[in-house]
């Protein structure tokens, strides 16, 4: 396989998209945990990756977190449905799976026969159908890269989300009560804020396809194709001045003039999606 192709599993990223935005916004606790779990139990590993862009961003972080805490087994989850439940339930599990580039074709479990039995667990289609489940519980573990991944790929687009979550990493930054500045003094100023930090190769190339190399302000064309293709700046969505990071997640980019207007106010949070196509 060409590594430079990774599988996409976009209906396990809308699952855990939705996870993770539900547990982001709501103060109750869902799944058992709230937002500043999060940051509480990993802080010492997120920190020391705010000040310099890593591929591994905080929000791919923030999804294994969240997927660790999502209840996997199936067979808690079947325990309160009936067989024709298990049945509709099984294939719409196997459906996710098959999003992911696992073939399950060849899968054929007898639910009449499992009905009739009652499940008793000890006849030849009940034995089959729990090894199907440890299998789909091995393929579950083998995916999860597959669904953090491609779940990223759907939070990377959603710009108000990106703010707020950044916005409430930089709370976190402003409560913390150690200076930053004592441990990393090469990415914390005095102050806990970091220090500006050159962009590589591979995040702006990332950033402007992201954006479909239009400002995201004045959504100038920067590609080259409608006009002569500018230069773009990357411009943070929290800024530096507000303890915004230099993680690629708090990340866009802007043409020249927008980021020459921008640092006059570096207070404003602009946040724009560059649609696809408009209807
Ligand atoms: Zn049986
Ligand atoms: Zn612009």
Redesign the pocket.
Known sequence: MNNKHVKFSYSQAIQLANWSIDIFYNEEAVHGFIFKDFWEELKEEIIPRLFKPHKKTILHYYLEYVDGFVEHDLRSTLKNLSISEYESYIYYEIKFIEGAGIDLSDVDLDFEAISNCNHCKSCISCIQFENFIDTIHGIQEEIKPIAINSSFHLLMLNKSFLRDFHEEIANHLVDEKEDLNVDYPEGFKKGNKVKRNRWPAWLKKGLFYRDNGV?V??R?DMTGVINRGGDFEIDHIVPISNYGSNDPSNLQI??K??NLKKLNKSSLISVYSVPLWNI
């Open positions: 400002c302000v004045c100038c802007l043409c003039d927008c």
